[in-house]
């Protein structure tokens, strides 16, 4: 039954890959020839143990790893088949697939701000517009009913789990196609992670959901697809259910199982 | 020596040398305005700070040129180094690759060391010859004021705004780049407002920096007792007013001009409060 599943994924043409994928931080290699499908309407989580190189191939898929001074990247990251790093602009790869950070990072300025900044970077100035996708944004995160009055209010004031549904808002603001989720529910109380937990559920049917998580029983409750990482290498990728319950590979099985981590 | 004798020890001597610059601060306070103070009631306060005409010889002690000679110095030293300042600042906080700002760092730096004699000595021999040939005027001017205190506050400028700018969170930058703004509209928009009170407090210290400077002023200024009416006159401010006359001065005279020195303390005192008003309103 495994194998045909594994088969019915490969005919739906994905809407990120990477192909061969390896990247180094000078001398050190952190990816070692990564291929991996993400499917599109799908959340797919990646874990591993800390170091396993799973938010550093998160941060390729929307080049923030172009920041980081000294790091090398082979190989290829496709969006919708296109090579994303030689035919797709930076700036618009990046409002394309958007990403939510471990720490909360609402800009200091106040929560309508926040929201307006992507549109608004994207050419969008019309209030009317802006208000609409305000409260379109807000309401997709779950946050409108809570904020609508203090729309006006420094976002810094918020709690960190409103300050992360504000920034999951605040992605989704620019329309991406693709959420990158690094570690996004890390720093917050197990009932802003529940409510991150639930948005994400409804967001994929919109959306295409890279997540990255230390947190396997997370990936349980909220993946379709889980890829196991470990040490630079993609170790297994397959259905959530599957990898945990009947893994292929024994290293897969002895860090579900818990015995390393 | 038992651990708490020496702990003693210790906090008093922290203590001590605490004190000893506050002890400075208020005995600069306490002779500035004992010997001030008379003088201001003699000539009487209102007659002190508005009266346009500065006579000694005849007595009449009015200072008000002096104030507006100190302002339009200070304004036209914020013109010509405070866009300067922040825009170099921004540059090298943000813009500049490692290799340039090795360079302009330390440069930038030379620039807070060099004494302001020297300063007053390239006014006097580059910028003072240069309005007299290409400007009307002789070149002793509120013009030449402007433009070497503008220099002379940089360093402040700089390093102050850029330190601010470098303590803005990565993550505000970061989180801008990844809904796809480009690094321009980032810094711009995101970074800068994120600093703007340690920009303010980098512009307000450079003032406090305009207003206090003497020597270089002294040199380049002309020193006239006047309301320039061009930028090309000279121009006297109350630091100058206080160098230039000490020397000489006795009784009454030397008594105003210390009151002087009370005024321009007075000007750095609400200097610094609001510096501290705008440390205090960003940390809410």
């Not at chain 1, 947190?215 to 889980?226: E, I, K, P, W, Y």
């Not at chain 2, 980032?186 to 305009?210: D, F, T």
């Not at chain 2, 040199?219 to 121009?235: C, H, K, L």
């Not at chain 2, 005279?253 to 205090?280: C, E, M, Q, S, W």
Request: overall charge neutral; glycine content about 8%; some cysteine.
């Amino acid at each position: 039954m495994a194998k045909l599943e594994y088969h019915s994924e490969q005919k739906a043409s994905p809407k990120m890959s990477v192909k061969d994928l390896n990247l180094y931080y000078k001398d050190f290699q952190a990816l070692k020839s990564v291929n991996l499908d993400f499917p599109a309407h799908q959340v797919t989580a990646l874990i591993g143990p800390s170091g396993c190189g799973k938010s550093t191939l998160l941060k390729c898929l929307n080049r923030m790893n172009d920041l980081v001074a000294g790091c090398q990247i082979t190989g290829t990251v496709f969006l919708d088949g296109q090579d994303a790093y030689k035919e797709v602009n930076v700036n618009d790869l990046r409002r394309r697939v958007g990403m939510v950070f471990q720490q909360p990072n609402p800009f200091p300025m106040s929560i309508y701000d926040n929201i307006a900044f992507g549109p608004r970077t994207h050419g969008i100035k019309s209030r009317s517009d802006l208000d609409v996708i305000v409260e379109q944004s807000l309401r997709s995160a779950a946050l409108w009913d809570e904020l609508k009055d203090r729309l006006k209010k420094n976002a810094l004031s918020l709690s960190g789990g409103q300050q992360q549904r504000l920034c999951i808002a605040r992605a989704l603001a620019v329309k991406p196609e693709v959420l990158l989720m690094d570690e996004s529910t890390a720093a917050l109380d197990p009932i802003s992670t529940a409510k991150i937990e639930e948005l994400v559920g409804e967001l994929k049917d919109s959306y295409t959901i890279i997540m990255v998580t230390h947190n396997m029983l997370q990936a349980r409750r909220v993946s379709d697809r889980t890829a196991f990482f470990l040490l630079g290498e993609m170790v297994e990728m397959g259905p959530t259910e599957i990898l945990f319950s009947r893994p292929r590979e024994k290293r897969t099985a002895s860090y579900v199982s818990g015995e390393f981590g | 020596m038992s651990a708490k004798f020496k702990e003693k020890l210790a906090s008093a001597l922290f203590g001590f040398t605490a004190a000893v610059s506050i002890l400075a601060v208020a005995l600069i306070c306490l002779f500035l305005f004992l010997n001030g103070v008379p003088a201001l009631a003699d000539i009487g306060l209102p007659e002190f700070l508005f009266g346009s005409t500065w006579q000694p010889s005849s007595g009449i002690y009015g200072i008000f040129p002096m104030i507006v000679g100190s302002i339009y110095v200070t304004a036209g030293a914020m013109i010509v180094g405070v866009p300067t300042g922040l825009l170099t600042a921004l540059y090298l906080s943000r813009f500049a690759n490692a290799k340039i700002a090795q360079f302009l760092k330390p440069g930038v730096e030379l620039l807070a060391g060099i004494p302001s004699v020297v300063y007053g000595f390239f006014g006097l021999m580059i910028i003072v010859p240069f309005i007299r040939t290409s400007m009307p005027g002789n070149g002793f001017s509120l013009l030449a004021a402007s433009l070497l205190l503008g220099v002379m506050i940089l360093p402040t400028v700089i390093t102050v705004a850029q330190s601010a700018l470098d303590a803005v969170p990565r993550s505000y930058y970061e989180g801008a780049l990844a809904l796809g703004a480009d690094h321009e509209r980032s810094v711009l928009q995101v970074v800068v407002p994120a600093a703007v009170s340690g920009l303010m407090a980098s512009v307000i210290l450079g003032v406090g920096r305009a207003i206090g400077e003497t020597m270089a002023v002294v040199m380049v200024a002309g020193n006239q007792v006047q309301i320039p009416t061009s930028i090309f006159e000279g121009v006297r401010t109350m630091t100058a007013n206080i160098v230039l006359e000490m020397g000489y001065a006795a009784d009454l005279h030397r008594g105003a001009l210390i009151a002087t020195g009370v005024v321009l303390f007075v000007f750095i005192l609400l200097i610094t409060l609001l510096l501290n008003l705008i440390k205090r309103r960003s940390e809410i």
